[in-house]
């Protein structure tokens, strides 16, 4: 009969699992939510996995320590340790200038787990954004101004790139605006918009 070694867990320990997972990685109450939740049921199944384990008590002690997890969110939530709308600025900010559009960039924050109105707050609507995303997707992707050839597309590629565009969460208008640059335009924009949003 083999036995399996189980840590206790505590407040305390949770607690320690919250500030380094803070520290480490930041992000948002329900990231941090989720990470204590996966240490209780990673702790509660090893003790359940022992022979002759207390179902019951090992349950209860489960459910306890989830609402000790969901009280230390709250109240590192409270105190700035976690604060959502900070990531959601930062996060946003990173991923316009990797050429994220507005429609992704509220997706990815959604999936994070923030709300609605942090991340739109985060992401205001901004045409000048925007463009300077598609642009900065533009130029990750070697298309539109950016291409290795300076000749039109034939209408079956040019419809390829408008739905690269479209797939990245860009209107049709805004893709065929950038497909419309040339290639110093279309630096000089992107230039002028970083500087501007000082980055």
Not at 149 to 175: C, I, K, Y
């Amino acid at each position: 009969m083999t036995q399996v070694k189980t840590a206790n867990l505590d407040a305390a320990s949770l607690r320690e699992a919250a500030l380094a997972y803070t520290a480490r990685y930041g992000g948002t109450a329900a990231a941090l939510a989720r990470a204590l939740d996966r240490r209780i049921r990673r702790w509660a199944d090893a003790r359940l996995s022992v022979e002759n384990a207390d179902r019951e008590g090992i349950n209860a002690q489960a459910a306890i320590l989830r609402q000790q997890a969901a009280k230390l969110v709250a109240g590192l939530a409270a105190s700035g340790a976690v604060n959502d709308q900070a990531f959601a600025e930062g996060r946003a900010r990173r991923l316009r200038r990797a050429g994220r559009s507005r429609r992704a960039v509220l997706a990815h924050l959604a999936a994070k787990g923030v709300d609605a109105a942090q991340a739109g707050a985060a992401v205001p609507e901004d045409d000048a954004a925007e463009l300077a995303a598609a642009l900065a997707f533009a130029r990750r992707r070697r298309i539109g101004p950016f291409s290795a050839t300076d000749e039109d597309l034939p209408p079956d590629e040019q419809n390829r790139v408008l739905a690269a565009f479209g797939r990245a969460g860009f209107s049709g208008a805004t893709a065929r605006r950038i497909l419309s640059y040339e290639r110093d335009e279309a630096e000089d924009l992107l230039l002028a918009q970083r500087q501007a949003s000082g980055g």
